[in-house]
Structures are given as C-alpha cells and as structure tokens.
C-alpha cells in the first residue's frame, strides 16, 4: 500500500523549472565522463551542417540555370555566395555538358565521404527522435531494431540510439561513436541505479515493488539518451542550422527581404501551434510510465506468489487484477499517443500554412525576374531546413517534458538514502563478539519490534533467539550485520558501535542463512561457495555433507554442477535449505547467524547439522533462531523473548528450573502439542 501510495504521489507531483534545471545539471554529471566521445560527435556533426547549408542547395541552381536552361556562368561568380567564386571561376569556362559531368563526380565523392546527394532534406534521425539536422533516409548511417508502441523494443531502441546525418565513410564513424556514447551512458546509469538499489536498507526494499525498481533501471534511465540528443543534438544542431541558413539567405537574396522572414516568420507559428502541448505531454507521459511500473509490478507479484494463488483458488482474481493493470496501463498510453498525435497535427499545419505563403511570395519573385528558376529550388531548400528546423524545435520541447519525467523517476529513486555503505571504521578479525545494551528498534512505519534488549555473545558460543512468532527474534539478529540500525542503544563488535563500521567490513565476517533461502540461478557448487568463491571441490562437498545435503545432490544427473535454473533442479525447500547452510557453513566468517535452520530438516540430518555447529563454534559465535527443542536445547545461552523484550536469558537447564519461567511454559507447550 505504501509503495501504491507513492506512485499515486509522484504521479501527482509537477515537476517544477528548478527541479528541471537540476535534472539537467545532474545528467551533465554523467555526461562530463564521455568529454572526448561528445567532443568528436559535435565535431562531425558541426562539419556535416556546415557543408549541407553552405554548399549542398547550389548544386541544384547550377544544374538548373547552366546545364538545363543553358545560362552561361558569370567569371565573377554573380549569383553565388562569395565562398563559391574560385568555383564558378573554374565553371565559367565549361560546356553543359562539362559542368554536368564535374556535377556529377562532386556527387559521387560527397556519396563515398559524406552520403550526400543535393536532394536531401531534414527530418528525423534514425532514433526516430527529431535532431534538427537529421536529413531523411537516403544515405543517413543508421541502424534500429525493428519496433512497435510496446515500451521494451522502444527502449532496447533508446538505450542503442545511434545515428548520423550522414553516410559515407564519415557517416559510419560519426555513428560509431554516437553509439559507443549512447551505450555507455545507459549502461554507467542502469549499473549506478542497480548498485544502488541493491544498497538501499531493509525496510526500505521492504517497502518497495520490485517491477517498479526493475521499470527504472530498464525503461526509465533511458530518458537519459533522450535529453542529451535533444540538447546537444537538437538545439545546439538546430541552432547552427538556423544561423548558417540565415546568413546564406541574408547574404545571397538579401534583395528580398520578405522571403527571409517568412522563412523565420515559420517559427513563432510552429510554437504558436505546438507549445500547449509540452505539459501535457510531460504529465501524460508520467503517469503513462507509472502505469506501466504498476504492471511490471503486479506480473512479479503474481508470479511470486503462485503457489499461494493456485492454492487459494485465486487464478480468477489475480487475472482480473492483472487485468485491471494492464487496462489502466493502456489507457495512460492512448492519452500520451493521442497528445503526441495533436501536436504531430498541429505542427504539420503550422508547416504546411508556412510552406504556402512561402511559395505565393517566392513565386511572384521567380516570375518577375528577380530570382532564377535555380533560385527558386535553392531557396525553398533554405525555407524547408528552416521550417523542418523550427517544427524540430516545437517537438523536442515536448519530447523534453516525456525524457525528464523518466530521468526525474531515476534521479528520485537515486535520491533514496542508502546504506552508508564504505563509511566507517575497517574493524580486523572479530575476537571477542556481540554485545547490546539498552537497545530498541521502531520501524519506520512507528512499529516498535524491540525494546531494551541488553545481550551479550561471544566467539566460541552457541547462542539461541527462542519465542513465540512476531518476538522479535529476527529483527534483533538483523542488527548484528547491520541490516537495521538501532534506534537507540548500542550494538557493538569487539567494543566498536556497529554505526561506526564500514557495511563491508562488518559483513565479510558474518555469514547468515535466512529462513526464506536464496538461491541462484547458477551449478549448485556455485550456489554453496557464494560466499568463498575460492573454496575447493572437497571443501564444498564436506559442507554439504555436514548439512546433510551432499547425498541429493550427487543422486542428480548433473551433481554440484547442476543449474538450479534448469528443469532437473526442481528441488524441495528442505533441499534449498540444505544448500543454504552449507553456503552458510563455507563462508570463512567469524559469526554465523541461522534463522530457522532446522525447520525443514529431519531428525538425522538436524543431529548431523548441530554437531557441525558445535564443531564450527569453537573458533565462531554461531547465534539460531529456532522453535524446535532439539535444537536450541544445545545452545551455550538461550534469550527467550516476547513482544520485543528480553524476558529471560540462560541455558536449557537453567531456564527449565525456573518452575514459572515463560520458558519453561513455552517449552511444556511445545511438548505438550506433540
């Protein structure tokens, strides 16, 4: 409920324009690790639009006045950019025909180096994502996975988003790199994100949906490619095209005014058109993501717990649950497509409005004699990177709003406070061992799951958490590695307060077995030496011995080297549990905690495990939370606890002699329901 809860709030929350500076100013961070990749991208880019503005459209007027109309070329160069002059020098002396061919062997080198032929235009890139400066599809370097509106092919697209203006030999290496930049981007904020949430407290994972993380780490980090191709893609390219173009048409029809601002005229009207849309499309595009984590959530819920599902009879309700989810998750796309879907319109009538005033004026101007038929084409090719430009604009604005609600979900769940992980004090082997004075645990939820828990244990003792369920016997264990942190008192190792020890060096010398296993899809040899990869076959398998796990695992085809992700490693929980301890027996640690180790043990094998315990207590402090009397009987000290307290401490024998002992009481119960 508290995780629904949050979603519902961040779903609701605005994102304000300082928060999206900040957005920005963090991406920059990561962005600043690629300096030389985005160095070369830009660098390649800045030439390709330099080259397609100030000498791409002239071709065109040649070809038209000179070669089709057979105009003959001024030596001055008149009617051509100043830069063009040593060129239509070189022409001016040339026949139709030799102009034509010069045209064309000028086309074939710019096809080789650049993939550019004069009949190119602007569009989108090969990402989809509109760059200002992307021409369309002939030539472009470019390569995408085939995809539908499903968010997982979109984002397998984003997180490999690479393209290039241009073709050739140059558009290939431009691609390259804006693709090495792309996947080493998502991947450095996927890994940063994994690591932290693996980092964040107990209660706070408890508090978490997993689909939710997982939708972050997967679908959301890739806002992050998003934004820098519309920052420094699209505004910085968009902006160098705007600028090229308006000093070529100032510079070359400057007899013209009109023209040109109606060429500029178009960018006002776009954003006129298209700006009501950008909010919108933030908000529908949040809560579209939201859902669609809602979702992931509720299929990881469902599959974790089937076997409670099938044996409740609860198929029919989690199908309508899941379908619930799904519908609400479609419903929040439509709204986000069908904005996306008005601005596309309204942009393109804005574009088309512009494109017919442009060709009335133009028109009158070709008709008169001013301009050239050549002119015309030259012209209409600067009007159409202008207008392709500005609709650029209006659309990554909006397609801003969609990428910083992503990365904003990312930067929120970063913002998490984490274990203070590498903080602290390296504390060398545990000699002495665990003590706690006056401590008390109040989750954060306000429940108070300990209070005034004073316990001493020490290297070379067995010790026992004993009490009836919901005591508080796993909390208090969990404060010995450190999984929750008192609320007031002290837990300390050889005398050092647990708060002021660096996580690592606590938890390398603490082995636990949790009373839910865990285990890895890996060879179950694997599995065992988890927590010393460097262990031997023999040290492996006489752990799994003492467990009482070695002969079922050698039964399997496979043996130790059997995937438990495979068919044939369908296992029992008292066979994970097996595996779990002799994990736990391996690890070279100087405390080993185990909740509920014999609970799905039979008798032999419970005997086997507790003279291993006795073995392993001579040089560890072995501490087991247990309900069984055959296994906490052998305990050096038992703490029998009852709603959060310590209510009585001292070995079997000690605490059965207390005639109205809770102990005892509990022990006659326990016995009696046999």
């Not at 790199?177 to 994100?193: A, F, M, P």
């Amino acid at each position: 409920m508290h995780a629904l809860a949050e979603n519902q709030a961040e779903q609701e929350q605005e994102i304000s324009f300082s928060q999206t500076i900040q957005v920005f100013g963090r991406l920059m961070a990561y962005l600043s690790f690629f300096k030389a990749r985005i160095a070369a991208k830009l660098g390649l880019m800045t030439f390709e639009h330099t080259f397609r503005i100030l000498l791409l459209p002239w071709p065109l007027k040649i070809v038209v006045d000179h070669v089709i109309l057979g105009e003959p070329i001024a030596a001055d160069g008149a009617g051509f950019p100043d830069y063009m002059s040593g060129i239509m020098l070189f022409l001016s002396a040339k026949t139709s025909q030799e102009i034509m061919f010069y045209m064309l062997m000028a086309g074939i080198v710019m096809v080789i180096f650049l993939g550019m032929t004069p009949n190119r235009g602007t569009g989108r890139n090969a990402t989809g994502r509109y760059t200002g400066a992307a021409a369309g599809s002939l030539g472009a370097a470019s390569a995408e996975l085939a995809q539908g509106h499903d968010t997982a092919t979109q984002t397998e697209n984003a997180a490999n988003s690479a393209g290039s203006a241009m073709g050739g030999l140059l558009g290939i290496l431009e691609f390259n790199i804006h693709l090495r930049l792309s996947q080493s981007l998502n991947h450095l904020l996927r890994s940063e994100l994994a690591e932290h949430i693996k980092a964040l407290p107990m209660t706070t994972l408890d508090e978490r949906r997993i689909g939710d993380s997982v939708y972050r780490v997967i679908y959301d980090t890739t806002s992050a490619t998003g934004i820098y191709e519309a920052l420094a893609i699209g505004l910085y390219g968009g902006m160098l095209m705007i600028a090229l173009t308006i000093y070529i048409m100032f510079e070359s029809f400057g007899s013209a005014p009109e023209v040109i601002a109606v060429g500029i005229l178009v960018g006002p009207l776009t954003f006129l058109f298209v700006i009501p849309f950008a909010r919108l499309a933030r908000r529908r595009s949040q809560a579209s993501r939201i859902s669609g984590s809602q979702t992931t959530s509720n299929i990881e819920e469902g599959m974790a717990n089937v076997l409670a599902v099938q044996s409740l009879g609860g198929n029919k309700r989690e199908s309508e649950r899941f379908a619930a989810a799904s519908d609400e998750s479609f419903r929040r796309f439509r709204a986000e497509t069908l904005v996306k879907l008005l601005f596309g319109h309204a942009g393109s009538i804005a574009f088309l409005t512009g494109q017919i005033i442009f060709f009335l004026v133009i028109a009158g101007y070709v008709i008169d004699g001013t301009f050239s038929a050549g002119d015309y084409f030259v012209l209409f090719y600067y009007f159409f990177v202008l207008s392709a430009v500005f609709f650029s604009f209006g659309f990554l604005y909006t397609e801003l709003q969609v990428f910083i609600a992503g990365l904003a979900r990312v930067f929120n769940l970063l913002d998490i406070p984490t274990e203070t992980f590498q903080q602290g004090t390296h504390i060398p082997t545990i000699e002495q061992g665990v003590r706690m004075d006056s401590v008390a645990l109040t989750y954060p939820d306000g429940r108070q799951a300990l209070k005034n828990i004073n316990l001493q244990a020490n290297i070379g003792e067995i010790i026992a958490l004993v009490g009836p369920t919901g005591a508080g016997k796993t909390s208090l264990a969990y404060l010995i590695p450190g999984y929750l942190q008192a609320t007031s008192g002290t837990v300390s190792i050889d005398d050092v307060d647990t708060k002021n020890i660096s996580m690592p060096s606590l938890r390398e010398q603490i082995a636990y077995v949790f009373q839910e296993t865990q285990l890895f899809s890996d060879s179950i040899a694997d599995n065992i030496r988890y927590g010393n990869a460097g262990a031997s076959q023999a040290q492996v398998e006489a752990v799994a011995k003492t467990a009482g796990a070695h002969d079922f695992i050698a039964a399997l085809p496979d043996a130790y080297q059997t995937n438990l992700g495979t068919v044939t490693s369908k296992l029992s929980v008292g066979q994970k549990q097996r595996i779990a301890i002799a994990r736990g027996l391996l690890k070279e640690s100087r405390i080993l905690i185990l909740d509920e180790p014999t609970s799905a043990l039979d008798p032999e094998t419970e005997s086997y495990l507790i003279d291993a315990l006795h073995a392993a207590a001579q040089h560890k402090l072995v501490v087991i939370i247990a309900h069984r009397l055959s296994t906490i009987s052998h305990a050096d000290r038992i703490y029998f606890l009852e709603d959060g307290e310590m209510m009585e401490t001292g070995s079997h024998e000690e605490l059965m002699a207390q005639p109205n002992g809770r102990y005892r009481h509990y022990v006659t119960l326990q016995s009696g329901s046999r």
